[in-house]
């Protein structure tokens, strides 16, 4: 990239950027008075889902019995765990505290919902606490199945040649040692997926970018092989993403092995067992990414409020795809990871998707009907090495929706992409999780 060429990228971010906060700060409802009402509000789960929506409807309601709950104290910037798994961030950059996010006026009960009532209207916390609500807004995230695959367990992170960037901020951390290794040493490295519905379906692929890259810039991409083991004949839900990918990955060296699902790992001995549509096969790997198979909280499915004819096994709440309300109980909505929606397990899709729960709930309220409508849109910005991304957006249909036409395209790999990643994203974050974006 020449001089010019990025004095001209940088205008270009630096202007998208200014855009962006200025979208962000007209985004909310501005000019709304607020709606007066003793409604009793509950929403389980303070991530990016429901910390965002919580600092909305205070906003929103003026009288409302907010309570918002979980169990844990920290709040976990899930986007950056790409960039610490391949060392390029410390483990800090995506922590912070939950109650850093929330707003005053409401109830936080730092426990875990342990059970869901909807006939009765009740939640009941893993303290023993019965919480009677008239809405209810799901939003706990999903759980890691770890135990799924045989022989692996969190604490093998770090060891044995085992990463697994989605366990959390320290498992990120433990992946890029083993990963770092990986660089260095060379040999064969696995990248999985999981067959199940997961959490931003690109990070799997741009974990196997990055280490290809790293590895590449130390001079050692001939010690490597790199195997991407995915769940299906295909590399990305999109096609034509996918076929980019496929092209990226020819060009690189990186070999597919489709519809192979991780089952089972010998650590000691460095073999995966894989299931494939001919039985099950073994491959050694000197570095294998392990992503486990993601489902619903056990309070989610266990309360009945879970598709029974979609997504079996998983627990996905069963909600209409374009208001994300719930089909059989209307005063429950559910948001982020745990919707029972084709696509929107990402933090970009949280963003479009509060504002919707919101419009219903506060028309629910009034006793009025909702109008905003959530089109399934999620955003991945695609790392295809350090330095450079392809800022992928799509909605339920698989149409490329780009949020900057004739500027950003989605297919090539930018500068300006990666910034959006590395810089602009936490920004828009924690802009979202205030309200505001």
């Given at each position: 990239?020449?001089d010019?060429?990025?004095?001209t990228?940088?205008?270009m971010?630096?202007g998208?950027?200014?855009?962006?906060?200025?979208a962000?700060?007209?985004?909310?409802?501005?000019?709304?008075?607020?709606?007066?009402?003793?409604?009793?509000?509950?929403?389980?789960?303070?991530?990016?889902?429901?910390t965002?929506?919580?600092?909305?409807?205070v906003?929103?309601?003026?009288?409302?019995?907010?309570?918002?709950?979980?169990?844990s104290?920290?709040?976990?910037?899930?986007?950056?765990?790409?960039?610490?798994?391949?060392?390029?961030?410390?483990?800090?950059?995506?922590q912070?505290?939950?109650?850093?996010?929330?707003?005053?006026?409401?109830?936080?009960?730092?426990?875990?919902?342990?059970?869901?009532?909807?006939?009765?209207?009740t939640?009941?916390?893993?303290?023993?606490?019965?919480i009677?609500?008239?809405?209810?807004?799901?939003?706990?995230?999903?759980?890691?199945?770890?135990?799924?695959?045989?022989?692996?367990?969190?604490?093998?992170?770090?060891?044995?040649?085992?990463?697994?960037?989605?366990?959390?901020?320290?498992?990120?951390?433990?992946?890029?040692?083993?990963?770092?290794?990986?660089?260095?040493?060379?040999?064969?490295?696995?990248?999985?997926?999981p067959?199940?519905?997961?959490?931003?379906a690109g990070?799997?692929?741009?974990?196997?970018?990055l280490?290809?890259?790293?590895?590449?810039?130390?001079?050692?991409?001939?010690?490597?092989?790199?195997?991407?083991?995915?769940?299906n004949?295909?590399?990305?839900?999109?096609p034509?993403?996918?076929?980019?990918?496929?092209?990226?990955f020819?060009?690189?060296?990186?070999?597919?092995?489709?519809?192979?699902?991780?089952?089972?790992?010998e650590?000691?001995?460095?073999?995966?067992?894989?299931?494939?549509?001919?039985?099950?096969?073994?491959?050694?790997?000197?570095?294998?990414?392990?992503?486990?198979?993601?489902?619903?909280?056990?309070?989610?499915?266990?309360?009945?409020?879970?598709?029974?004819?979609?997504?079996?096994?998983?627990?996905?709440?069963?909600?209409?795809?374009?208001?994300?309300?719930?089909?059989?109980?209307?005063?429950?909505?559910?948001?982020?990871?745990?919707?029972?929606?084709?696509?929107?397990?990402?933090?970009?899709?949280?963003?479009?998707?509060?504002?919707?729960?919101?419009?219903?709930?506060?028309?629910a309220?009034e006793?009025?009907?909702g109008?905003?409508?959530?089109?399934g849109?999620?955003?991945?910005?695609?790392i295809?090495?350090?330095?450079?991304?392809?800022?992928?957006e799509?909605?339920y249909?698989?149409?490329?929706?780009?949020?900057?036409?004739?500027?950003?395209?989605?297919?090539?790999?930018?500068?300006?992409?990666?910034?959006?990643?590395?810089?602009?994203?936490?920004?828009?974050?924690?802009?979202?999780?205030?309200?505001?974006?």
């Amino acid at each position: 990239m020449t001089d010019s060429d990025f004095a001209t990228s940088r205008r270009m971010f630096l202007g998208l950027a200014a855009s962006g906060i200025a979208a962000a700060a007209i985004s909310g409802p501005a000019g709304a008075a607020p709606v007066k009402t003793s409604a009793r509000v509950v929403i389980i789960g303070a991530g990016a889902a429901g910390t965002a929506l919580v600092n909305r409807l205070v906003d929103r309601l003026d009288g409302a019995a907010i309570t918002i709950l979980d169990a844990s104290k920290e709040h976990l910037y899930q986007p950056g765990l790409t960039l610490v798994a391949a060392g390029l961030k410390p483990a800090s950059y995506t922590q912070s505290k939950t109650t850093d996010w929330l707003p005053k006026g409401i109830s936080y009960i730092n426990e875990a919902a342990a059970g869901i009532d909807p006939e009765a209207r009740t939640v009941t916390t893993s303290g023993g606490q019965t919480i009677a609500y008239d809405f209810l807004v799901v939003a706990p995230g999903l759980v890691l199945d770890n135990d799924a695959i045989e022989g692996f367990s969190p604490d093998l992170i770090g060891t044995n040649g085992i990463g697994s960037l989605y366990n959390g901020a320290d498992y990120a951390a433990s992946t890029w040692k083993a990963a770092q290794k990986f660089t260095e040493d060379g040999g064969v490295g696995i990248f999985t997926r999981p067959a199940t519905e997961m959490k931003c379906a690109g990070a799997p692929l741009k974990h196997a970018f990055l280490i290809d890259d790293i590895a590449r810039t130390a001079g050692n991409a001939g010690k490597s092989e790199i195997i991407y083991a995915s769940n299906n004949e295909s590399l990305f839900g999109v096609p034509i993403v996918s076929e980019k990918v496929r092209m990226l990955f020819d060009d690189r060296g990186i070999e597919p092995a489709y519809s192979h699902v991780l089952k089972a790992i010998e650590p000691g001995k460095r073999i995966a067992t894989f299931a494939t549509p001919e039985g099950d096969t073994e491959m050694g790997y000197d570095y294998l990414h392990v992503i486990p198979p993601q489902r619903a909280p056990d309070v989610v499915r266990q309360s009945g409020l879970s598709w029974a004819d979609k997504w079996i096994g998983q627990g996905w709440v069963e909600v209409d795809m374009q208001t994300l309300q719930h089909l059989r109980y209307p005063e429950v909505f559910a948001l982020g990871d745990v919707a029972g929606v084709p696509k929107g397990k990402t933090a970009a899709s949280v963003k479009w998707q509060v504002p919707v729960v919101e419009d219903h709930l506060v028309a629910a309220i009034e006793g009025r009907e909702g109008t905003a409508i959530y089109n399934g849109y999620t955003s991945c910005p695609m790392i295809t090495r350090i330095g450079r991304a392809m800022l992928v957006e799509f909605d339920y249909q698989n149409n490329l929706t780009p949020s900057f036409p004739g500027i950003i395209s989605p297919l090539e790999e930018l500068w300006i992409s990666w910034l959006m990643e590395e810089v602009a994203l936490k920004a828009t974050y924690n802009a979202m999780l205030r309200g505001k974006a």
